[in-house]
């Protein structure tokens, strides 16, 4: 499956975005999705997964009650809403599939190539 990650952009602290997951290649329904991002020089950090259908989601304390991973299997596409953006959020998102379970690591068969989120304070 290709994965094309949309939707980052500069945002005021407070604001929100909503960055989309474009799928194509194999059945997008087959494949439990996530949400990585990564500041400048530190680790890919895990923010957001949801299962195949839609109905059972996780998120790290960082970002529980603010972000809101979704998904349409006849779009083909995953979404994370973000709310509350705080500067701390600025990073590059990248989306994440796997067929096989839903990962909170970065141990996902296929990624995209990632936008950038900035946040001003």
């Known amino acids: 499956v290709q994965l094309q990650a949309s939707g980052g952009g500069l945002v005021q602290a407070g604001g929100s975005l909503r960055l989309s997951c474009a799928a194509s290649?194999?059945?997008?329904?087959?494949?439990?999705m996530g949400w990585f991002r990564q500041a400048p020089g530190k680790e890919r950090e895990f923010v957001a997964a949801?299962?195949?259908?839609?109905?059972?989601?996780y998120y790290p304390d960082s970002v529980k009650g603010r972000f809101t991973i979704s998904r349409d299997n006849a779009k083909n596409t995953a979404y994370l809403q973000m709310n509350s953006l705080k500067p701390e959020d600025t990073a590059v998102y990248f989306c994440?599939?796997?067929?096989?379970?839903?990962?909170?690591?970065?141990?996902?068969?296929?990624w995209g190539q990632g936008t950038l989120v900035t946040v001003s304070s």
């Open positions: 994440a599939a796997d067929r096989r379970t839903m990962l909170f690591t970065t141990r996902y068969d296929y």
């Open positions: 290649g194999d059945t997008f329904s087959m494949y439990y």
């Open positions: 949801i299962n195949r259908s839609g109905t059972t989601t």
